[in-house]
């Protein structure tokens, strides 16, 4: 059974930066497209970012675009988001996931695994 382990989060003022990992175990992630999530209390879980599974396309939502940077180590099975100039609205909890497939949906039922989350906050 695959688990996902996300780390890096914390607390940074607006404008900084935080590095995410998302280590998995129980299945290699080298088959699956990957993705990232959040969800800011009270909302819905939102796409941020998504990787193929070689790590050679990439997409993001508008909201990120520019400013976090997915990116994946196939041979260490973990998969990382760097986010620069972070904002207060991008406060929220942080999800890996995988994919049903070798390129991952926009939407949460593209994923059929998820990590337990990590929590970002920014302050203005």
């Known amino acids: 059974q695959v688990q996902l382990v996300e780390s890096g989060g914390g607390l940074v003022q607006a404008g900084g930066s935080l590095s995410l990992s998302c280590a998995a175990s129980g299945r290699t992630l080298s088959n699956y497209g990957m993705g990232w999530f959040r969800q800011a209390p009270g909302k819905e879980r939102e796409f941020v970012a998504r990787?193929?599974?070689?790590?050679?396309?990439?997409s993001y939502s508008d909201s990120v675009k520019g400013r976090f940077t997915i990116s994946r180590d196939n041979a260490k099975n973990t998969v990382h988001l760097q986010m620069n100039s972070l904002k207060p609205e991008d406060t929220a909890i942080y999800y890996c996931a995988t994919a049903r497939r070798v390129w991952g949906k926009m939407s949460p039922d593209g994923y059929d695994a998820w990590g337990q989350g990590t929590q970002v906050t920014v302050s203005s």
């Open positions: 990787i193929s599974q070689s790590g050679g396309t990439t």
